[in-house]
């Protein structure tokens, strides 16, 4: 319980304490080890994985696969490939000299290296191992170390390797349904393919990622398939292509984050456009900086007048048909939530227990500009403006000086200017957040 919730502190503890009970023959079993390399690379630590070898060896203790495969994940964590290829030739050598099934390196081992040299972008020995995996007679290939040597290839820069291992994997799903590719190995294809500016690879992808992949393909994943498609246009030179793509990505998502990839690749289709046919139908900030702190423009706490938590609803009812939100404050005048008129639900209820806790907060120093972002993004109708973080870098506990409202954006944005556009026969809306 303790290792896999990352407290090694307690779980050595308490193998110091009750040992005596995981004990095999008077000595700690394998097993005990393994969980404890295990639980070193969950918190982040995986050098002090790769150092248990050394007391495994001294106890003479008999490593199995599982104690090879966690040490070459801890290695590749560690991104100490060498470390890695000498266990994994330790392990080899020792179930060829033992003769023991059992310690040969199996699909997961293979995966583990794969995803080592992938991150390296080591394309010689990416390609070793695919090599030496397709000729293991013994070793089945599934679809996750299929996936594997594609995002392996993917990274070294090999887009023909990769699409070759692709059109292996379609061709052995015809005879095994169950190594079809997942939704994420066609996104992996397609992004690859967006950047080299291929849209009709793009396309033949887009369409082939409802047909053929296995399992259901999120929203996340039809949203991005759709930003490639428009990306891989517009890196093609197919300017119309983009801009229609972009068209039905605004019938169909509405939004977009312009921090997002594909955020980026509409913000470069308006500046092609202009704002003379600008598809966007962009706001301006004329009145403030985006860089500027928010303090300059928030509203001071007061002047929303707070309410204490310990409240009434009753009391306060007409207050809350008047605005949408107002912030509550405890006894001590912190903070604590805010109150938005839906949740109100009993009369006789006090306000902290229908609140939303804890509130959307920001610092003084906070730019304008991400303030917007966080009430686009997040839909956010208030967000309390504190003094200053504490020591662990959150706002928790800090005293609130000001608010910003959604309100208060509504009035500071500007339409662009007609002078600066012309009226559209067709007038689309796509919130950019």
Not at 28 to 45: F, P
Not at 377 to 395: A, Q
Request: contains cysteine.
């Amino acid at each position: 319980m303790f290792i896999y919730a990352g407290d090694l502190r307690r779980a050595n503890g308490l193998l110091a304490r009750f040992g005596f009970l995981l004990r095999e023959g008077g000595s700690s079993s394998i097993l005990t080890y393994n969980l404890l390399m295990k639980g070193c690379i969950n918190t982040g630590c995986p050098q002090a994985a790769i150092n248990l070898h050394e007391e495994i060896q001294l106890l003479g203790l008999e490593p199995d696969r599982l104690t090879y495969n966690t040490l070459i994940f801890a290695c590749v964590k560690a991104e100490n490939l060498e470390a890695a290829m000498r266990f994994f030739k330790e392990m080899n050598d020792k179930a060829q000299r033992l003769c023991c099934s059992d310690l040969y390196p199996d699909v997961i081992t293979y995966t583990t290296l794969l995803m080592g040299f992938g991150h390296a972008k080591d394309l010689h020995s990416v390609q070793k191992i695919v090599l030496e995996m397709k000729s293991c007679h013994d070793l089945f290939i599934d679809r996750t170390a299929f996936t594997a040597m594609v995002d392996a290839m993917l990274n070294c820069g090999s887009i023909k390797g990769a699409l070759c291992i692709f059109g292996e994997i379609l061709k052995q799903a015809g005879a095994n349904v169950d190594l079809r590719p997942k939704p994420h190995l066609y996104l992996s294809m397609m992004r690859a393919f967006a950047d080299w500016g291929d849209y009709n690879m793009v396309k033949n992808l887009h369409e082939r990622l409802w047909l053929d992949s296995a399992g259901t393909i999120s929203l996340a994943a039809q949203q991005e398939a759709d930003h490639l498609l428009m990306e891989s246009a517009l890196n093609n030179g197919q300017i119309d292509a983009a801009v229609e793509n972009l068209t039905k990505i605004i019938n169909r998502w509405k939004c977009i984050s312009w921090t997002s990839r594909g955020g980026m690749v509409a913000l470069r289709i308006e500046v092609l456009l202009g704002f003379n046919k600008s598809m966007l139908s962009p706001y301006l900030l004329p009145q403030v900086l985006p860089g500027n702190p928010i303090e300059r423009i928030m509203l001071p706490l007061e002047t929303v007048r707070p309410l204490p938590g310990s409240l009434e609803l009753k009391k306060v009812v007409m207050r809350l048909y008047r605005e949408p939100v107002v912030p509550i404050i405890d006894d001590w005048g912190i903070c604590i939530g805010l109150l938005h008129r839906e949740d109100c639900c009993e009369m006789n209820a006090p306000l902290s227990a229908m609140m939303r806790s804890p509130p959307p907060c920001v610092t003084t120093t906070t730019s304008i500009g991400h303030v917007v972002d966080l009430v686009l993004k997040k839909k956010y109708k208030m967000v309390i403006v504190v003094k200053h973080s504490n020591l662990n870098g959150t706002t928790h506990g800090s005293r609130a000086v000001g608010v910003f409202t959604a309100e208060q954006l509504h009035n500071v944005v500007a339409p662009v200017p007609e002078g600066l556009k012309q009226k559209h026969t067709v007038r689309r809306s796509l919130t950019m957040f």
